[in-house]
């Protein structure tokens, strides 16, 4: 696959998923860390890499870099589906410790992975050739600082969201990206591409924000996700996360 530029470039990806959240990877260790600058895929390119009708199609792209300066193995460099920057994804973190070029980087089963979220820690589980088959991450603690999250209403514990006639309450927290948690009796029958796509975009979210549709079932949260910058994904690792927390 090759970008359209002046001088084209070859591009070696690995698609993986985890638990259905799927993910392009690049392996880019000569690139320079750093986020929202690092040109090497225009947002137009990496939109049309993730495109599931044109492109090789997936939920984001992740560009793997060395380590910045906080002491971690590698960097991770991600942009949603549309092409926009994301600050972290549990999932997507996941399938790039297990990505065949990332895993064979690794000398022991603990991968430190730098993000725009902070320092993440990945631990890996082998089969009996050595092959990576399972990945565990640590998500870090979730924030409820409206500042930090960013979130601009008053109340992070009780929030009421409304498109058209419907009214949503829940809550709001932060994994590193904004969460906006709310709870419903079913979330089946929520039109979530009218409304995931609305509530993305709520002012009170200088970020715009992830959406999760939660029901409480006995001991288990049941859960649909509206991811920002790509639309309902099959599952969501700072969402689910986000949902636990907030419930």
Not at 68 to 91: F, H, I, K, P, Y
Request: net charge negative; aromatic share 4%; hydrophobic share 45%.
């Amino acid at each position: 696959m090759s970008q359209k530029t002046a001088s084209s470039v070859h591009l070696r990806l690995s698609k993986l998923h985890a638990t259905g959240n799927d993910f392009l990877v690049l392996l880019d260790l000569e690139g320079a860390w750093g986020p929202r600058g690092s040109e090497l895929l225009d947002p137009w390119t990496r939109a049309a890499l993730c495109d599931r009708a044109t492109g090789v199609g997936a939920d984001g792209l992740i560009r793997v870099l060395r380590a910045g300066a906080r002491g971690a193995d590698v960097a991770m460099e991600l942009s949603n589906a549309d092409g926009s920057w994301a600050e972290m994804s549990g999932n997507g973190i996941r399938c790039l410790a297990a990505a065949p070029e990332v895993a064979s980087l690794l000398a022991g089963d603990v991968l430190r992975v730098d993000t725009m979220a902070g320092v993440r820690t990945v631990a890996v589980g082998r089969d009996r050739t050595g092959e990576v088959t399972s990945a565990r991450v640590d998500m870090g603690k979730a924030t409820f600082a409206p500042s930090e999250i960013p979130f601009t209403g008053e109340d992070v514990e009780k929030v009421e969201a409304l498109v058209g006639a419907a009214r949503y309450e829940g809550g709001v927290a932060g994994m590193g990206n904004p969460h906006l948690v709310l709870f419903v009796d079913d979330p089946g029958l929520v039109p979530i591409e009218a409304h995931g796509q609305a509530l993305e975009r709520d002012p009170r979210f200088p970020a715009r924000t992830n959406v999760e549709f939660v029901s409480v079932e006995g001991d288990e949260l049941v859960m649909r996700v509206w991811e920002r910058g790509i639309g309902e994904t099959r599952s969501c690792g700072t969402g689910a996360c986000a949902a636990a927390a907030v419930a």
